[in-house]
């Protein structure tokens, strides 16, 4: 079982940065891969980034590629998404993730648990 808690949303004016955190419990955090997925009002969940169980690779959606970047640190059971150059459509909730696979993935139900998430609004 694995719980997971995101932290770092906020309100930010477009072009701004904001860097989340997801902290998992559990003792095989390194086992796991992790992603970051959002969601915006009346739109469906969506994938954000992925990084493999050691960050050794990393993969994002086209719309965040050379913005965002995931990484993780194992030793302190913690995926970070540091984004930059914020725009309004960037506005979300955003969940991270953690699938019992050795790669990240794209796929939504490829993930077995979920945080709560964290509301990000960026203002034009």
């Known amino acids: 079982q694995v719980q997971l808690v995101e932290s770092g949303g906020g309100l930010v004016q477009a072009g701004g940065s904001l860097r989340l955190s997801c902290a998992a419990s559990g003792r095989t955090f390194s086992s796991y891969a992790m992603g970051w997925f959002r969601q915006a009002p009346g739109k469906e969940r969506e994938f954000v980034a992925a990084i493999s169980w050691n960050g050794g690779t990393t993969v994002y959606a086209d719309s965040v590629k050379g913005r965002f970047t995931i990484s993780r640190d194992n030793a302190k059971n913690t995926v970070f998404l540091q984004m930059n150059s914020l725009k309004p459509e960037d506005t979300a909730v955003y969940y991270c993730?953690?699938?019992?696979?050795?790669?990240?993935?794209?796929?939504?139900?490829?993930?077995?648990?979920w945080g709560q998430g964290t509301q990000v609004t960026v203002s034009s």
């Open positions: 993730a953690a699938a019992r696979t050795a790669w990240g993935t794209r796929a939504l139900n490829a993930y077995d648990y």
